[in-house]
């Protein structure tokens, strides 16, 4: 057990592997959170609340043992990834906090459903599943290639996960959840993941036959019927995914993933383009008959003209949000002091940016956009590194599926896109979002600690007769 | 593949990039307008967010706030004696916004001015909670009272003034209403709103700024300043060229006195004493429209007056032939005041010619009372020369001392007033309007002028006249006014 003084002492032979500066991230990361959640309390309350000490210790808890593992099992990852999800994590628990402690909305909750309970708790404990998950990824994965053999299962999985919800009644518009009893899931979190791992193990396999064996037709390569048709069963899916579940951001995410992942594996500028005619076509179909799309698409174009008419509550929802983001300003209202309760339902959820907005101000907008860039920029760092093709696609398509689920989201919050219902991954309240995402960022740490692991294998060190005995 | 990832880089990049310029328009670029939107709930939970500062009249808070039960708006507006202060304070709702004082001080109110900036920076470093700044009144607690207690269950509006300085004193209307029967955000508000906005007699009417009438009689004191100003009378006392009966210009019709007055090339001062239209109408029909419209100008009618509430412009009418320039000479036909416009008629002839602008609010202060605007009085013209407006005065006596007017009269002081019993409908089918205009003087000088109109009351129709009904309520006026000063 000679692992400490490997870590503590650069050598000239080894390629740093920065564990010192990622545990100085993470404390930075846990103190900027705890500071907001001072703030809170300071700001709404006038005292230091005083679930302090337990939310102090339990983020430290779990920045640290996330810590902790990566320096056990993944020493040479890279040292960004964690400190920058346990920083939106963080703050993200402050700012559900601060929602929870909002007189309109725990009357608004008690009007519903005629209880109120507080959902920051709950979110510290999916953080500390999601932990467990990230955990689990770490010690489990040894190597993230042997994901590649449950290529065709994964698709089965995710297939079976994008489905599953058709046959669960509707939440406020959007079928999206899985429900069994009290317990619900989001399968759309997951399904992400797992076809990103689909599409690596297939497009691995299939990319030099997609991107020689194709014929020219008007400046475009088409590939085979044969290659092409998991393909065109993806697009298809995602097509009946806005149709029957009405959920315009899953399908925007998978089909983004698709042509990003695509692209990267047959270095073929055309795929773009056919991807996005064929997401064109599929969105402009549905939107002609769908209403629930429609609606977006108005709310979207003007929300405040039918701020006070519209059904769906979209338009007001934007509305509000727009607000919100006006009412910040440049250095926002301060923790606590903005009123983006007045958004409502979701304002935890799918709307935690504009409480951000509001409360942070531009300036803190454009850190957390920041953040989840560098997330989005470490993980393609990541791909670029990787010396196997399956680590490098299953990196971008991580990266990118996150990047582009930021970008839905906070956009459509913003009014950049019509509005859909997703998760800001790590800041938003919810089970299925938070566990999902700690997973994403364990398997890219697990990448990247492959990638960054000094090429010719050292002569053999404790350290890896540790790992071998460990390996199932 | 490494060229395509840099290149899904940069896409990626590109899409928080997108994301940034987005937050920076919204937040920077449209953060203003998206602050002033009409759905913006923000505007009225900033407004209630921290206790208001108060409206001040003699020192003495008319307003406060109390802790709201309501789940948005942290505290609620309330008023002491609410009816007989509405139409200065007027009103600020959670739900229906605000009017008047309340809504045209907001910033200083709730503490959110540019003017308090230092004063918020400072409180902001010692910790103390936000509060809003004061707006000191000019006017005068105890003549308030009398007007609107005066006024009682009749329907009519008192206003009265500082002839030097024009600083309002008393704004009564009534029937009025009660701003905190609709403060918060309750069912009950919103009811009581809608009632009051049902009621057939407009309690949220402020006749003392919004509402004109035709003055009457009490325009005469107009007509007399416009002859002198003219030439065409030089002396108040010398008899006029006055027939009896007079015959309307191109017309068949006379134009009656109420009743056999002594008006036959009556002088000024009896004219005006026994208020006959036949002089006046004639001084009218002599002058001409232009003339008569250029001196009711000076005086401040056909153009809106700003207190800061606003108060709609009186009206003397342009393009009228010579009969109906004469009628309107006498308060009839188009011509219609304000309260507030007669009142302002009365202090220009008290304060010997010269018409200062009316203003109610006397100084705008931040929470620990340090005055951060102060309103000086403000010339607005010279409708007459000081050697008139004395003459006027005299005739004003002579009213109270032995004409219509001497319900008025105040003991050790001297009063001069003009009655105006104004005709109201289609051939004179309605209640006529009781109107008085008058001012007092003491030794130091005039303190007070006074209008009242009385538009309905429960007094039979041959009871209604402006010495009987106004003046009594213009009389209780003057005097609180007078014992506030010694």
């Given at each position: 057990m000679s692992v400490v003084t490997n870590t503590t002492t650069i050598g000239?032979?080894?390629?740093?592997?920065?564990r010192n500066t990622e545990l100085m991230l993470v404390a930075f990361a846990v103190f900027i959170s705890v500071f907001a959640y001072a703030n809170v309390g300071l700001a709404m309350?006038?005292?230091?609340?005083?679930?302090m000490l337990g939310y102090g210790t339990g983020l430290t808890l779990l920045a640290g043992v996330g810590h902790l593992v990566v320096r056990k099992f993944?020493?040479?990852?890279?040292?960004l990834l964690l400190p920058l999800a346990t920083l939106l994590n963080g703050i993200g628990l402050a700012l559900i906090w601060r929602l929870d402690q909002s007189p309109r909305l725990i009357r608004q909750s008690k009007a519903l459903y005629h209880s109120f309970s507080p959902d920051a708790p709950k979110q510290l404990l999916y953080s500390a599943l999601g932990v467990a998950l990230f955990v689990a990824v770490l010690v489990l994965l040894?190597?993230?290639?042997?994901?590649?053999?449950y290529t065709y299962i994964s698709m089965v999985v995710a297939l079976v996960l994008l489905i599953a919800p058709m046959f669960f009644p509707s939440v406020y518009g959007a079928k999206i959840w899985i429900r069994i009893g009290s317990f619900s899931i989001q399968p759309g979190e997951f399904a992400k993941i797992i076809i990103a791992v689909f599409f690596s193990g297939y497009l691995m396999v299939k990319r030099d036959a997609l991107a020689l064996a194709s014929r020219r037709f008007m400046g475009l390569y088409l590939p085979r019927g044969r290659d092409l048709g998991p393909i065109l069963a993806l697009w298809a899916l995602s097509i009946l995914i806005l149709v029957f579940e009405t959920d315009l951001g899953t399908s925007l995410l998978f089909f983004g993933l698709f042509v990003v992942m695509l692209y990267v594996a047959t270095e073929r500028t055309s795929w773009i383009v056919f991807g996005l005619l064929m997401s064109a076509v599929g969105a402009v179909t549905v939107a002609t008959f769908e209403p629930h799309v429609q609606d977006r698409v108005t709310a979207w174009m003007d929300p405040f003209s039918c701020y006070a008419t519209d059904p769906s509550g979209a338009c007001r929802q934007i509305s509000e949000a727009a607000m919100s983001f006006g009412a910040g300003?440049?250095?926002?209202?301060?923790?606590?002091?903005?009123?983006?309760?007045?958004?409502?339902?979701a304002a935890n959820a799918d709307f935690i940016l504009s409480t951000a907005g509001e409360e942070l101000g531009l300036a803190g907008m454009m850190a957390i956009l920041l953040v989840y860039g560098l997330i989005v920029e470490r993980g393609i760092r990541t791909s670029l590194a990787a010396r196997d093709p399956f680590g490098k696609l299953l990196a971008v398509g991580l990266s990118s599926a996150f990047g582009i689920q930021v970008f839905v989201v906070a956009g459509g919050v913003m009014g950049l896109i019509p509005l859909t219902g997703m998760t800001m991954p790590?800041?938003?309240?919810g089970g299925s979002s938070v566990l999902a995402n700690w997973a994403l960022i364990g398997i890219l740490i697990r990448i990247s600690d492959t990638a960054r692991?000094?090429?010719?294998?050292?002569?053999?060190s404790p350290d890896a007769e540790m790992t071998q005995v460990v390996r199932p | 593949m490494n060229k395509p990832l840099r290149r899904i880089a940069i896409f990626c990049g590109v899409l928080i990039l997108a994301l940034i310029v987005r937050t920076n328009w919204l937040q920077y670029g449209q953060a203003d307008e998206l602050n002033a939107k009409?759905?913006?709930?923000r505007i009225g939970i900033e407004r209630y967010a921290h206790e208001r500062g108060n409206i001040i009249v003699d020192g003495n808070p008319i307003t406060g706030s109390v802790v709201s039960d309501s789940t948005y708006y942290k505290y609620k507006r309330t008023w002491k004696d609410g009816p007989m202060w509405a139409p200065v304070t007027g009103y600020s709702s959670q739900v229906f916004d605000a009017t008047q004082l309340e809504k045209l001080n907001d910033s200083i109110l709730t503490g959110n001015?540019?003017?308090l900036f230092f004063d918020r920076t400072l409180s902001m470093f010692t910790g103390t909670k936000k509060q809003g700044g004061n707006v000191v009144t000019t006017l005068n607690a105890d003549a308030q009272k009398a007007a609107f207690k005066g006024l009682g269950d009749k329907k009519g509006a008192a206003v009265a003034l500082?002839?030097?300085?024009?600083?309002?004193l008393a704004l009564a209307s009534t029937p009025s209403y009660d701003?905190?029967?609709?403060?918060?955000?309750?069912d009950t508000d919103s009811k009581n709103y809608k009632k009051l906005l049902d009621d057939?007699?407009?309690?949220?009417?402020?006749?003392?700024?919004r509402q004109t009438y035709p003055p009457g009689s009490a325009f005469k004191v107009v007509t007399a300043a416009a002859a002198l100003e003219n030439g065409?009378?030089?002396?108040?006392?010398s008899p006029t060229?006055?027939?009896?009966?007079w015959k309307l210009p191109?017309?068949?019709?006379d134009l009656p006195?109420?009743?056999?007055?002594?008006?036959?090339?009556?002088s000024l001062r009896l004219a005006l004493q026994v208020s006959c239209n036949t002089v006046f109408g004639k001084i009218g029909a002599d002058l001409g429209e232009d003339k008569m419209r250029a001196e009711a100008e000076k005086f401040g009618f056909n153009s809106e007056q700003f207190t800061p509430t606003r108060a709609y412009a009186s009206v003397f009418s342009k393009n009228m032939d010579g009969a109906q320039t004469a009628l309107s000479s006498i308060g009839q036909f188009n011509t219609a005041a304000t309260p507030l416009q007669m009142a302002m008629v009365a202090s220009a002839v008290a304060n010997d010619g010269t018409l200062m602008k009316p203003y109610m609010v006397d100084r705008l202060t931040a929470p620990?009372?340090?005055?951060?605007a102060k309103t000086e009085p403000q010339k607005m013209s010279e409708p007459m020369s000081k050697e008139h407006a004395q003459m006027i005065q005299q005739m004003m006596e002579t009213v109270v001392e032995k004409g219509t007017?001497?319900?008025?009269k105040i003991p050790g002081a001297t009063v001069g007033g003009k009655t105006g019993t104004a005709q109201n409908g289609?051939?004179?089918?309605?209640n006529p309007y009781a109107w008085f205009i008058s001012y007092a003087k003491t030794a130091q000088g005039s303190p007070v002028a006074v209008a009242v109109v009385v538009e309905?009351?429960?007094?039979?129709r041959e009871h209604i006249s402006g010495g009987g009904l106004a003046a009594p309520i213009a009389k209780a006026m003057m005097q609180a006014v007078i014992n506030s000063e010694k």
């Open positions: 000239a032979i080894e390629a740093p592997s920065r309350n006038g005292s230091l609340p005083s679930g993944a020493r040479y990852a890279d040292p040894k190597d993230h290639r042997v994901l590649q053999r300003g440049t250095l926002g209202t301060g923790l606590g002091q903005g009123n983006s309760d007045l958004i409502g339902f790590f800041m938003a309240y692991r000094p090429a010719p294998a050292p002569a053999p | 009409k759905q913006n709930l001015d540019d003017r500082d002839p030097k300085t024009g600083a309002i701003p905190s029967s609709f403060a918060g955000n309750t057939k007699s407009q309690p949220m009417l402020n006749r003392a700024l065409l009378y030089s002396n108040i006392d060229d006055s027939p009896l009966p191109l017309s068949t019709q006195n109420e009743g056999p007055l002594p008006c036959k090339n009556a620990n009372l340090d005055t951060v007017g001497t319900m008025a289609i051939n004179n089918s309605g309905d009351s429960n007094a039979t």
